[in-house]
């Protein structure tokens, strides 16, 4: 599509509507031309990269990210190169650097003072008269480049309200902490106050126009859309700028996943391709606003923060320590590069290596050792009962919970992670032959306690207590994993197996988007579970090999074991692997021996009678079983 045809079909959108009956809706994009000349958000993560982390932290974690199958989505043209890796999200390398120097000097959000400081160029003269002629702006960026514009060309402030920036601006955090700019900051959504007003300002108008947006903001923008009604947005044009050099095509479906939730809401969602400054040029002279002024080159001095070694040691351990990078982190662990000697926070994370090699065992004793008073005390209490589930040691495990459960009160995030592992254990009781009828009695009595539970929005209640509007936002991975097994128990109840997908798959982009990447592979592991039925032909085993050994060898890259080989427990699995490999999954993770057993004794009689089977329909068809051997090679 030529920049003349996307013009036409932004223009036929507005057809007949008013500056003031359309809302702009703006991103970092339109603040890369000069003289503003600021970073786009990809550059920006790189920028923070280089300054806060150690050389080479970024190259390891698009590796990883390209290992897992995290890609960046083609927005315009035909482009049919390899994806490229995604990077990660800026919000998290920041929260990694700022916590990694919370007294430093300069402080770490002086990484953004060329933001604080910079000119307006003409897109947002564009916004700025727009907004003189009566519009609203809203914005996700920090600069005040449209207020600058709008008092330079206006001579006069823009009014109250005006312009709207959802995560916030220099004008109101100077020092910029209070700035949606860090994962802690964003990673609960928009308060509902904020939620309101946006989807107030979506309503009071006829079309938006999104430019520079690159639509990424999935625990604020994108969950306040999907959370709107099938018709929430009904009669609402909305035309999306997405900035190509060159004339192009716009994609033939959705490449941002906010286009897809707002056609959802019933809004009328258009794209277009092609250069912005043209595209606002032709809806300019529509709405007989000035002409756009002429560009200017301009080259901001980048901040230059003094960063130590030591500082960068540190904000590289906890970015890897949340992006669950095991490998990475042990490597560090061993090399002293931790950037800490707090016990209780190494004890952490060492828990979460040995649980991620399935050395369950060990970290019980690990626990069982650690004080019975420290911090930890009530992840201790946790941890115990946890390792005893994974281990199959399920009446001791069930037990140990029930009786330290009084331990954990008043700690709202250790009780939630008690109350799931909990549930866990009764979901596996009721898969367990010989201990089916005390699960079956267990999960009768949770049928009460699960009357009334919500995901703490709304102000609903958990387990009874009235949820205080944040409790859910504030530990809300605990939450998904408890509302995950709560779907289970009501499978279980209701006798029917889960939906495909659902809530392990929202899940598991919530939890890529957070960055966690073991969090995703869990969740992409969980989604296979339900989306598996028995009855599936035997003609599918390749494609059921495939995905399996893509999300083993994910987790392999990782540095989870238990990840990886727990993938045997999967349903069909006895399809997929052979005995001497589910053998060596069943020994590589310290299960308890009577578990192993159990386990074993599952698999030998179903993956004996699926050879029996294969054989028969080959000799009936005349045509060769797959080779799994080949294909799998000597793992």
Same mark, same amino acid.
């Given at each position: ?312 040691? $540190? &904000?590289?351990?906890?970015? !890897? ?5 095991? =490998? *990475? ?5 061993? /090399? +002293? %590069? ?9 004890r952490a994370i060492r828990s979460q290596l040995m649980w991620e090699a399935g050395a369950w065992n060990s970290l019980r004793r690990m626990w069982w050792r ?76 949770? $049928? &009460?306690?699960?009357?009334? !539970? ?5 102000? =609903? *209640? ?5 949820? /205080? +509007? %944040? ?95 727990r993938i045997v427990l999967l349903p069909g699995a006895h399809r997929v692997f052979r005995v001497h490999e589910y053998l060596f999954s069943l020994m590589t ?47």
């Amino acid at each position: 599509m030529s920049a003349r045809d996307a013009g036409d079909e932004a223009l036929e959108l507005l057809h007949g509507l008013r500056p003031e009956q359309v809302l702009l809706w703006s991103g970092a994009g339109i603040s890369v031309e000069g003289p503003t000349s600021l970073p786009s958000g990809p550059e920006l993560t790189r920028r923070v990269f280089d300054t806060f982390f150690e050389a080479g932290a970024l190259a390891k974690v698009l590796t990883y990210h390209q290992v897992v199958g995290l890609h960046t989505n083609r927005l315009c043209g035909n482009d049919t190169s390899l994806p490229a890796p995604r990077l990660p999200r800026l919000e998290t390398a920041l929260d990694a650097a700022a916590r990694a120097r919370p007294q430093a000097s300069p402080d770490t959000f002086d990484i953004l003072d060329d933001v604080r400081s910079a000119e307006p160029n003409r897109l947002h003269a564009f916004a700025a008269d727009h907004v003189a002629l009566g519009g609203h702006h809203v914005t996700a960026n920090f600069d005040t480049c449209i207020e600058s514009a709008h008092e330079a060309r206006h001579g006069r402030p823009v009014p109250v309200g005006a312009v709207h920036h959802f995560h916030g601006s220099f004008a109101d955090s100077p020092d910029g902490k209070e700035l949606g700019a860090t994962l802690s900051r964003i990673r609960g959504g928009f308060p509902e106050e904020e939620a309101g007003r946006l989807y107030g300002l979506l309503r009071a108008h006829s079309a938006v126009i999104v430019i520079g947006y690159s639509g990424s903001d999935y625990f604020d923008v994108d969950r306040l859309v999907a959370a709107l009604p099938p018709d929430a947005l009904r009669g609402l044009r909305l035309l999306w700028i997405m900035h190509a050099g060159h004339p192009t095509h716009a994609p033939e479906e959705d490449t941002v996943p906010l286009q897809s939730l707002l056609r959802a809401a019933g809004a009328e969602v258009r794209v277009v391709c092609g250069r912005t400054d043209l595209l606002l040029t032709r809806i300019a002279r529509s709405w007989g606003m000035p002409a756009l002024p002429e560009t200017r080159a301009r080259v901001p001095a980048q901040p230059n923060l003094p960063v130590t070694d030591g500082e960068r040691h $540190r &904000a590289t351990f906890l970015l !890897y320590v949340s992006l669950r990078l095991h =490998r *990475e982190v042990r490597r560090l662990l061993s /090399d +002293g %590069g931790t950037g800490t000697n707090d016990p209780v926070e190494l004890r952490a994370i060492r828990s979460q290596l040995m649980w991620e090699a399935g050395a369950w065992n060990s970290l019980r004793r690990m626990w069982w050792r650690a004080p019975t008073d420290g911090p930890d005390r009530h992840l201790r209490v946790e941890r115990i009962g946890a390792c005893l589930w994974a281990q199959g040691r399920l009446l001791p495990a069930w037990l140990w919970l029930r009786w330290r459960r009084p331990a954990v009160a008043g700690d709202p995030e250790a009780e939630l992670a008690l109350e799931e592992t909990t549930y866990r254990v009764i979901e596996h009781m009721h898969r367990t032959p010989d201990l089916r009828p005390l699960g079956r009695w267990l999960l009768a009595r949770t $049928r &009460a306690a699960d009357a009334g !539970y919500g995901t703490g929005s709304g102000g =609903r *209640e958990q387990d009874g207590r009235p949820d /205080d +509007g %944040g409790r859910a936002k504030r530990y809300e991975a605990a939450f998904r994993a408890l509302q995950d097994v709560r779907d289970s128990l009501d499978t279980l109840r209701r006798g029917a197996p889960r939906a495909d997908g659902g809530h392990a798959e929202e899940s598991s982009v919530w939890f890529q988007e957070s960055g966690d990447l073991q969090g995703m592979l869990s969740y992409r592991h969980r989604a296979l579970r339900d989306g598996y039925r028995p009855d599936s032909p035997y003609a599918d085993d390749m494609a059921l090999r495939d995905s399996y050994e893509r999300l083993l060898t994910a987790n392999l890259y990782l540095g989870s074991a238990a990840g990886a080989w727990r993938i045997v427990l999967l349903p069909g699995a006895h399809r997929v692997f052979r005995v001497h490999e589910y053998l060596f999954s069943l020994m590589t993770l310290q299960y308890g021996w009577w578990y192993r057993f159990r386990l074993f004794a599952w698999y030998l009689p179903r993956r004996l009678g699926h050879l029996v089977t294969s054989r028969h329909s080959t000799a009936r068809t005349g045509r060769s079983a797959p080779n799994h051997a080949s294909r799998r090679g000597t793992r």
